[in-house]
């Protein structure tokens, strides 16, 4: 059973849309949250969407990430920084955007499971949003015809500027998703 299932009751049609809805508005208020952090700020974009996936499930938090991601296409202010569109999407944090809709779907498999499962979950789908991010400005981006400065960098200069410094922020974040979602859960057994 999942935090929205013990808390909401059983899954219909209509509490899945709402959900979904509800799901992608918080991630949009998330992304625009930053907190002082060593050594870069952090967005709270990535704790919402393990909290989405950890409370939601595989299937429908990775609906609810795509229907965030539709949203920000469409034009609405959903990114960090009220980033949108398009142009927005293809910019040098386009790979992680995608890594969004997997990172949901990872920590979704350990939905309603206990605690250690959680965790173990959300650090992995942290872990895994890096691959497609950190592809995109190391070629991808290049290959689909995306003329940009930091299109192609070397892999250290890719490493120094989209990961190392965000790995202890995402590590705490799923931690903290983690701990939310089982604490929710111990909640709503009693």
């Known amino acids: 059973m999942t935090l929205t299932q013990a808390a909401f009751g059983a899954d219909t049609f209509t509490k899945k849309t709402l959900l979904v809805l509800g799901g992608s508005l918080f991630i949009a208020l ?3 949250i930053s907190v002082p952090f060593f050594p ?3 967005t709270l974009q990535t704790l919402a969407i393990l909290i989405v996936g950890l409370s939601f499930g595989a299937r429908l938090g990775a609906v609810t990430v795509l229907a965030y991601l539709a949203e920000g296409a469409a ?3 959903v990114f ?3 980033g949108a569109g398009l142009p927005y999407m293809m910019g040098p944090t386009a790979g992680f955007l995608l890594g969004f809709v997997a ?3 990872v920590a979704g498999l350990a939905a309603g499971r206990g605690m250690v499962a959680m965790l173990v979950a959300a650090l992995v789908a942290a872990a895994l949003i890096y691959l497609p991010g950190l592809a995109w400005p190391l070629g ?3 290959a689909t015809g995306v003329e940009a400065g930091w299109a192609g960098l070397s892999f250290d200069k890719v490493l120094g500027a989209f990961a190392t410094p965000f790995l202890l922020g995402d590590a705490v974040k799923a931690v903290l998703a983690a701990f939310a979602v089982a604490g929710g859960m111990k909640f ?3």
């Open 30 to 32: 998330a992304a625009q």
């Open 40 to 42: 870069v700020p952090m």
């Open 75 to 77: 034009g609405l202010p």
């Open 80 to 82: 960090a920084n009220m």
């Open 103 to 105: 990172m949901a779907y």
């Open 140 to 142: 991808v981006a290049q």
């Open 188 to 190: 709503f057994a009693k």
